[in-house]
């Protein structure tokens, strides 16, 4: 990797304007503190034929940890320049790791991954994971010749929590305040071509509405998943949470979605799912839904055979180049 200094660095982690932050550190001043020679560390081999860039920066929110991201370009691209799929992991927005995730089968397919970190609810509210995804989707579009990536060919994957994330970047809209943080950079487009997202939350009001009978949790109260989510009680304030409702976001000309979710789900119900393909296909949007039946929330049939076949066969149509298969 080319030689940086240290402001110029601390510029490419540390995107953000933020107002009373100065712009113009002297380099010596960073250099006492920041080691740049870290980020020009190689890839490693966590699988084979993949060169894995490990824990890379891409945003440093004042006040917050830095967060990384972990780039995995096979050896075997399906196309020059490669095809790449940005990863949000589940975890209900309050737990989970950059490392999880059924990905791996895109890989073998020639398509790189990058696997997003994100602030969790413990962290910061709604929308700051929002806009940690869209700034990463921002960064890979940046970056993408330094990796041999193709920024016209950028996928959004997401399971559960980070379905719902990755789908809220696809649908608002660059312009929106749910994926651009005050003063920060949206010069660079966080579009998706195309979104496949797995039993994602999508209409937050109608969550317990749609619950499984089995449901493990309920959503609405004081120590819910949501009410931490949010950082209140969603029921306390209706029209803030339907800032963030997918169905609502669903408009022309957004990407195409590839939504599958087990009909035996017990945390998000499927009938979420379904709301979000009937919001989709009623303004044109191509949205292709896939019911397992048995399946239940992050169960094997996510990571088997036949839903990988299923979600290649859907980007070799949307990314018009054929995959390894």
Not at 31 to 47: H, I, K, T, Y
Not at 310 to 317: G, I, M
Request: aromatic share 8%; net charge negative.
């Amino acid at each position: 990797m080319e030689s940086r200094s240290a402001a110029t660095y601390f510029e490419r982690i540390c995107p953000l304007d933020i107002p009373g932050i100065p712009v113009d550190i002297p380099d010596e001043m960073l250099s006492a503190v920041m080691r740049p020679e870290f980020d020009a560390l190689g890839p490693v081999e966590v699988f084979p034929g993949v060169a894995s860039y490990l824990d890379r920066p891409y945003a440093t929110v004042i006040g917050f940890r830095q967060l990384t991201m972990d780039l995995h370009i096979p050896r075997r691209p399906a196309a020059m320049p490669m095809p790449v799929v940005v990863y949000a992991h589940p975890g209900g927005f309050f737990t989970g790791i950059k490392q999880m995730g059924p990905w791996r089968f895109l890989l073998e397919a020639g398509v790189a991954v990058v696997s997003v970190q994100y602030r969790l609810s413990g962290e910061a509210v709604f929308p700051a994971a929002i806009h940690d995804v869209a700034t990463a989707v921002r960064w890979v579009r940046t970056n993408a010749d330094r990796y041999g990536l193709d920024a016209q060919r950028v996928v959004g994957f997401g399971s559960s929590a980070g379905a719902y994330l990755i789908s809220a970047v696809a649908l608002a809209g660059d312009d929106s305040d749910l994926v651009s943080s005050p003063g920060a950079d949206s010069e660079v487009s966080c579009g998706l071509t195309a979104v496949v997202e797995h039993y994602g939350p999508t209409d937050f009001l109608k969550h317990d509405d749609d619950a499984h009978p089995d449901a493990i949790e309920r959503m609405h109260g004081p120590d819910s998943t949501l009410a931490r989510f949010f950082g209140f009680v969603p029921a306390t304030r209706p029209e803030a949470v339907e800032r963030g409702n997918l169905c609502r976001l669903a408009h022309q000309g957004a990407p195409p979605f590839l939504i599958a979710h087990g009909d035996q789900d017990r945390r998000v119900g499927i009938e979420q799912s379904r709301r979000l393909h009937r919001a989709l296909t009623a303004v044109g949007v191509r949205a292709d839904l896939v019911e397992i039946v048995g399946g239940d929330h992050g169960s094997a049939h996510f990571n088997a055979p036949a839903l990988h076949h299923r979600t290649l066969a859907f980007l070799e149509s949307v990314l018009a180049l054929p995959l390894h298969r």
